[in-house]
């Protein structure tokens, strides 16, 4: 009558007993649960649309006898935790009539209408030096770029995984970075500082030396990511020039250098010129010659703070790249954070600063000059983020949508905040587990690539509106077929929706996330977990060698020619890719 859900070995073909169930629920609870823990996992099978309140619990073992229990007879929290995956993640064909909310997906294959960087994903490092007060007292060991453990065997593996993204170096305190090399007076100051500089009264301003300056380029180089790093416009600009004859001299690999951090557009206004003038000495061949971005500036204020950017647009054309800075929710969130993570109506809000922020430059840019635009720091809190939540599964959901919001809007890369160290690390800043967002923005790394496609989302006319579920689309991007799209979904309501669609194709292949245990369905949980073979989920986490874990997608067979459907479980990140669509604007 309904879905089974047991209990099962990894192999999916040999049970394990749960033991009599005098008490069902201090049984399951206490015993499967445990081992589901351990070395267990969850396996649902059925139709995968029935309502929970109409789910089965049948035990399988003879040593677990007795009727089906209906969920109402279990009456603990937990339960929907091992119940819910019989219900969700299951594809059916685009006829299929769906128990749940239902929205119609609509692309349009003929026209990009962006198209951004191959770079577009980006992360963050920032100078905060945990001890050193402020708001980077508590951030970690490791979060402060002076003394990142950059050999780091775990961190390393991470970072080439991301291979072609953005690292970004940059923050407050690269606004009083001394390059220790030359002979100015701040050079010679740092001659009597040693690192770590990391302990109170000796903290700032860092000295940045040309040693270690080459370990970072060469950590980069290694893990392939495009190195973007923030100059201080803050004090002697003959330190700088210094500092970039440094790097020239070494024959060192940086993509972009940033004017500043939130510092306003007079000191580029001021200086760009010359910095400009001074690279192209340095760096004769324009080819090899690393970009300029700025101001690096808050875009998500009021309008009066877009005025300095289109100021800074219409005055220079040294800036390949005018990047801004945007947080969803200012000050660490504030009481009602939690409320304000699912509420799409402030999300939508907070991403049309990515609009307006397009819109400023494309207005205020004089003939032919057409720069980027670069979320160049951002999460979806700010101040260090809050633990607890923007460092969850929840904050995956920002995230994504963020991404694939700004990627539509004509934003080229986005750098979110931070790699390592504060509330909101995407690498845990002691052990460098990878924290849920990391598996996001791998997944939208490997699979979107640089042309986005117009999308239209409708409520199907028998449903309720499900108000709550973004969809992107995109051409499917690093090895794909040519010609393939990418559907990029989040699922911000607390039920689950089916998304159904046109879009025909030979097949599909679906990476579906969720919360992972032992929090999940909730969606604040410290891990995040992938939908794999028959309805099962695994928490993902780095083999016991280091490596990466497969990540195999599920392949949705029954999406042909007429398109397909998938359930998109509460609180949950989909990447479907449709193989076979020969995309005009993907060909």
Same mark, same amino acid.
């Given at each position: ?25 201090? @049984? ?25 309140? /109409? ?15 209906? +969920?109402?007879?279990?009456? +603990? ?28 997906? %609509?692309?349009?294959?003929? %026209? ?85 500089? @990391? ?57 972009? *250098? ?22 192209? @000495? ?33 005055? @220079? ?23 304000? +993570? ?8 907070? %991403?049309?600063?990515?609009? /307006? +922020? ?101 409520? /199907? ?30 699922? *911000?309501?607390?039920?689950? %929706? ?90």
């Amino acid at each position: 009558p309904g879905p089974t859900v047991v209990i099962a070995r990894s192999t999916v073909t040999q049970g394990r007993p749960c033991g009599p169930l005098d008490n069902p629920l201090e @049984q399951l609870v206490h015993e499967c649960w445990m081992y589901l823990m351990n070395d267990g996992m969850i396996v649902g099978s059925g139709t995968g649309t029935r309502p929970l309140t /109409e789910v089965f619990l049948r035990p399988w073992s003879a040593k677990c006898p007795g009727p089906p229990l209906r +969920m109402p007879q279990l009456a +603990m929290w937990r339960f929907w935790a091992v119940l819910i995956v019989g219900v969700v993640g299951a594809a059916k064909p685009a006829s299929s009539v769906s128990a749940f909310p239902t929205v119609v997906v %609509t692309v349009d294959t003929t %026209t990009a209408v962006a198209k951004p960087s191959p770079h577009f994903v980006g992360v963050n490092t920032d100078w905060w030096l945990t001890g050193c007060g402020g708001e980077g007292k508590d951030w970690g060991d490791n979060a402060s770029i002076a003394v990142l453990d950059l050999d780091n065997p775990r961190l390393n593996t991470l970072a080439r995984a991301l291979s072609g993204a953005t690292w970004r170096i940059g923050g407050t305190h690269g606004d009083s970075v001394v390059y220790s090399m030359g002979n100015t007076t701040s050079a010679r100051a740092c001659t009597n500082k040693s690192p770590p500089w @990391q302990h109170p009264p000796d903290c700032y301003p860092v000295c940045l030396t040309a040693d270690r300056f080459a370990e970072i380029a060469a950590f980069a180089e290694r893990a392939g990511l495009r190195l973007v790093f923030g100059l201080n416009m803050n004090g002697d600009l003959q330190n700088l020039i210094d500092f970039l004859e440094m790097i020239a001299a070494r024959n060192l690999t940086v993509d972009t *250098f940033e004017l500043g951090n939130e510092l306003g557009i007079q000191r580029i206004l001021t200086n760009g010129k010359a910095i400009a003038t001074a690279m192209a @000495q340095l760096w004769p061949t324009a080819a090899t010659r690393p970009l300029l971005a700025g101001p690096d500036d808050a875009g998500d204020g009021d309008d009066s703070s877009r005025v300095d950017f289109a100021t800074l647009v219409a005055s @220079q054309r040294e800036l390949s790249a005018i990047t801004f800075h945007a947080y969803a929710f200012h000050h660490g969130g504030g009481a009602t954070l939690e409320q304000d +993570m699912l509420n799409v109506t402030k999300i939508d809000a907070a %991403t049309f600063v990515y609009d /307006e +922020m397009v819109a400023v430059v494309r207005r205020n840019a004089s003939l032919g000059y057409t720069p980027e635009v670069w979320m160049g720091e951002g999460n979806a809190a700010g101040y260090g983020g809050r633990p607890g939540i923007t460092n969850t599964f929840e904050n995956s959901l920002w995230y994504v949508n963020a991404m694939g919001h700004a990627a539509t809007r004509g934003i080229a890369r986005f750098l979110r905040q931070t790699l390592v160290g504060g509330g909101y690390e995407l690498l845990n800043s002691m052990t460098f587990e990878p924290n849920p967002d990391y598996w996001s923005a791998l997944l939208f790394h490997r699979h979107v690539g640089a042309k986005m496609l117009s999308v239209t989302v409708a409520p /199907e006319p028998s449903s309720t509106v499900p108000a709550a579920v973004r969809v992107y689309s995109a051409c499917a991007g690093n090895g794909s077929l040519v010609g393939d799209v990418v559907f990029i979904v989040v699922n *911000f309501a607390p039920e689950t %929706t089916t998304m159904l669609s046109n879009l025909g194709g030979t097949s599909a292949s679906l990476w579906q996330l969720r919360a992972g245990w032992p929090n999940a369905p909730e969606c604040r949980s410290s891990t995040a977990a992938l939908l794999g073979v028959e309805n099962s989920w695994v928490n993902l986490t780095l083999t016991k060698t280091g490596d990466l874990p497969t990540m195999d997608p599920v392949t949705l067979n029954e999406w042909g020619a007429g398109g397909g459907a998938v359930d998109l479980p509460s609180c949950s990140v989909t990447f479907i890719r449709v193989h076979g669509v020969n995309a005009l604007a993907c060909m």
